[in-house]
């Protein structure tokens, strides 16, 4: 399934130029963070928890607005105005595609064909396309046999099958994923994994906040890292960031602490995934 | 590593505790739990109803037929009249495959509201005529302060029609509304009211409501097991009462929060504050049928009613 419109994107998509952000409380959510975003990259943007990363998808969905600097997507800045204004707000509501961490939260409606008919709807599509779109969205994520469950009925895995059925059926040629791995049991998350680098081969760009380094070993080509004081303190190929054992421990993406192998015992920087499996001095 | 009071007995754990009465914690835990099961099981499962030719029907149709024969049930006079009703209302009802239990625990509850409310229209107290039953003798000069009373209290034939048409009406009503709910599942059931003119943003908030109730019920429960976890014996009442503040006030920012990201959800996906449904299917002729039986049975009723 193809993005509609992805083959006029030759321009940055996002444009952040040192984007200030508070929240309603007062507290900093970002501090002067610069970076764009190309048209078919796989970006993630990692950081610990409380470092702004979901603040940062918001900003770059239009649902919150920078407190300083600016945040431009598809050569427009993003204001309250601007992205309530027609017809730029059809087109990014249409292009841009936002998976929400809470699945409770992204699945509002009471059916599951309800939930996937609702972002066609709302872009005034006629009937007969919306129903093709469901219909099209169920057996591409393989969720045919819910059609007509209730979403409180579903497992999480079902959960976010659905809700990333849901954006996909308004056919964004950029996903914004927060953190979409969370809760996912090995199984779903491998198939999450596969679809989403189906997705990058046609031509969707991907931004993916997580805090989990093996899933964005996966699914990114590009890492953004935001520190604990909320700043962007390295964007480069995602290969380099994940091999910079320094910068990873000091943004608290990985940590070190005594573990033993058999008769030794010994701490160091690792992942849980990957880290206990290693050579060390006799 | 750990403090020295840390996993060590203590004059705490010998001193004597009046010990919470282990039904009252649980008794709270399997009310949450039942009634959030409930409301799960009749608000929120969107399961397709008992396949039958009543759950075929257009959902506009059987809303203005049941619409129609409720207004009707409301007109009528004759007991008899709304004993039909009731009659044909529950061979529709058996013969749309809604369950027999479910059916007798709807008409058992209707009395028992009812009957409370119209007991009184059934004494010489309110309406006055022939004496059916003597309840009880006051003797003359019976009063209530400035109110005189009669010498008997009695109930009165004129008293038990009154009765008898209020609870026939509010059975026949109640089972009219319970067969639209039974045969047509909720979100099919609000997409039908709003086509037919109710505003959106009712609709709205009604599936929202039905949507996020049995979350909500199941996020108390959770607070309050988490509470019993680490409650040993009895609190006072003062204690309990300052933990259900609390513990209200956690489960409205819970809510709070949620429908911010609700809200963010929708947005993100193009809702621009008019929500748009998908057109309904078209009237077939099957539903015309429906509707003019509908119409058949009001106008029978009615002039049965007038001729009686």
Not at chain 1, 82 to 104: I, W, Y
Not at chain 2, 117 to 134: E, H, K, M, R, Y
Not at chain 2, 198 to 205: I, L, R, W
Not at chain 2, 234 to 239: G, P, V
Request: charged share 20%; with cysteine.
């Amino acid at each position: 399934m193809r993005p509609v419109e992805w083959s006029e994107l030759s321009e940055p998509i996002f444009e952040i130029e040192n984007l200030e952000y508070r929240y309603p409380g007062g507290g900093v959510a970002l501090r002067d963070v610069s970076f764009s975003i190309e048209p078919g990259e796989r970006v993630a943007v990692l950081g610990a928890n409380g470092s702004g990363k979901s603040t940062l998808l918001h900003l770059l969905d239009g649902l919150y607005f920078a407190g300083g600097g600016s945040v431009s997507a598809f050569g427009t800045r993003l204001t309250e105005e601007t992205v309530d204004m027609p017809p730029f707000s059809h087109r990014f509501r249409r292009q841009v595609g936002f998976l929400f961490q809470n699945s409770d939260a992204q699945l509002f409606c009471a059916r599951v064909d309800e939930e996937l008919a609702f972002g066609p709807l709302q872009l005034r599509l006629p009937q007969a396309d919306v129903e093709q779109r469901v219909a099209d969205v169920l057996r591409l994520l393989e969720i045919e046999h819910l059609r007509q469950r209730s979403p409180q009925q579903l497992s999480e895995g079902e959960k976010k099958r659905v809700a990333l059925a849901s954006v996909l059926a308004m056919g964004p040629s950029v996903l914004l994923l927060d953190e979409p791995s969370s809760g996912l049991d090995p199984r779903t998350q491998q198939w999450l994994i596969e679809f989403l680098d189906e997705l990058h081969h046609s031509g969707v760009t991907l931004v993916t906040a997580s805090h989990d380094l093996s899933f964005v070993a996966d699914t990114a080509d590009r890492a953004l890292v935001l520190s604990e004081d909320h700043r962007l303190v390295r964007d480069a190929p995602c290969g380099d960031v994940l091999g910079d054992t320094n910068l990873l421990l000091s943004v608290n993406l990985i940590h070190a602490h005594p573990h033993a192998h058999g008769p030794v015992t010994h701490a160091h920087a690792h992942r849980h995934d990957s880290g206990h499996e290693h050579e060390h001095p006799v | 590593m750990l403090p020295d009071w840390y996993a060590a007995a203590s004059a705490i754990d010998l001193a004597p505790r009046r010990e919470l009465p282990r039904r009252r914690g649980l008794l709270v835990r399997r009310a949450l739990a039942t009634l959030g099961e409930a409301l799960a099981r009749e608000l929120g499962a969107s399961e397709a109803p008992p396949a039958s030719w009543l759950s075929g029907v257009e959902p506009r149709a059987k809303v203005i037929g049941s619409v129609l024969l409720i207004a009707i049930a409301t007109a009528l006079h004759h007991p008899i009249v709304l004993a039909a009703l009731f009659i044909v209302v529950a061979a529709v009802a058996l013969t749309a495959g809604v369950g027999v239990r479910r059916l007798v625990r709807v008409w058992l509850g209707v009395p028992l509201f009812s009957a409370a409310v119209i007991l009184p229209a059934a004494l010489n107290l309110v309406t006055d005529g022939p004496a059916l039953f003597i309840i009880c003798r006051l003797g003359p000069g019976a009063h209530i302060g400035p109110w005189a009373l009669p010498s008997v209290i009695t109930i009165t034939r004129p008293g038990v029609v009154v009765a008898a048409r209020f609870l026939l009406r509010a059975l026949d009503c109640v089972s009219l509304a319970f067969i639209l709910a039974a045969t047509t599942d909720a979100p099919t059931l609000l997409n039908a009211l709003r086509r037919l003119g109710m505003p959106k943003a009712f609709g709205m908030t009604l599936a929202m409501m039905q949507r996020y109730l049995a979350v909500l019920l199941r996020a108390a429960e959770d607070i309050h097991l988490a509470k019993l976890s680490r409650s040993i014996g009895a609190s006072d009442l003062r204690q309990e009462q300052r933990w259900v503040a609390a513990g209200m006030g956690a489960l409205f920012r819970r809510t709070r929060r949620l429908a911010e990201q609700v809200h963010n959800a929708m947005l993100s996906r193009g809702y621009d504050g008019d929500v748009q449904i998908g057109a309904p299917r078209r009237l077939r002729i099957g539903d015309g049928a429906w509707l003019a039986a509908m119409a058949i049975v009001a106008a029978a009723l009615l002039a049965a009613d007038r001729l009686i």
